[in-house]
């Protein structure tokens, strides 16, 4: 377990989809705006974890074919959402409700997971380094991937810790107007990186 979590460290950490949209959240409405993302995060991998017990995610990466569609695909998603985000950036905002908010974060931090092939590459690359052939594979995958989401939970809230609610503060109202711009370019740049890089 040790030497997977050193191993995935570096993925773990570095900027993607889902802390572009923890950011763009908290900075918006709150640290709490922070669990959705967090979850739909979760639940994003541990479905590349099932996929990958279920053998679908190696049919996926084997073909090029299926391969360049999840790739377009999720690139084309996080570009709309880049595109939606810059553009919801700049209207005024009205208090939103619990439900409406995890209505929101939820589903944009899953579908970026789901939709994302180097997140499924993961179970199919470097979880197989770590996994014993004693032992049944699908608690082994299970187990390795809780150990990504306990890391990536854990990174996700200590920059929802550091990140100020800027709506609240004077002047804040500009200033989540910046991030949530700055938020999409960023989302428009991942999708877009996404598209040439295949």
Known sequence: MT????????????PGASLTLLIRH???????????????????????????????????MGSETAFTVVRVAGACYLIGLGAWTWWSAGRS???????QRWRSAYPQALFANLLNPKA????????????????PLAGQILALATVQIVMVSLWLTAWALLLP????????????RTVGR?????????????????
């Not at 997977?4 to 950490?13: D, K, T």
């Not at 995060?41 to 590349?48: D, E, F, K, R, S």
């Not at 905002?93 to 439900?99: D, E, H, N, V, Y």
């Not at 609610?165 to 989540?176: I, Y």
């Open 26 to 60: 908290v900075t918006e409405g709150g640290r709490r705006r922070a669990v959705p993302v967090v979850l739909g995060t979760a639940t994003g991998l541990y479905t590349h974890a099932a996929l990958a017990v279920a053998g679908l995610s190696a049919l996926v």
């Open 120 to 135: 499924a590459s993961v179970f199919l690359t470097l979880i197989p380094q770590f996994l014993s052939p004693e032992r």
């Open 3 to 14: 030497g997977f979590a050193l191993a995935i460290l570096p993925l773990v950490i570095t």
């Open 182 to 198: 700055i938020a999409g370019a960023m989302l428009i740049g991942l999708g877009g990186w996404g598209l040439i890089s295949g």
């Open 93 to 99: 905002r009205r208090p939103a409700g619990r439900g």
């Open 165 to 176: 609610r800027t709506a609240a503060r004077p002047g804040g109202e500009r200033l989540r």
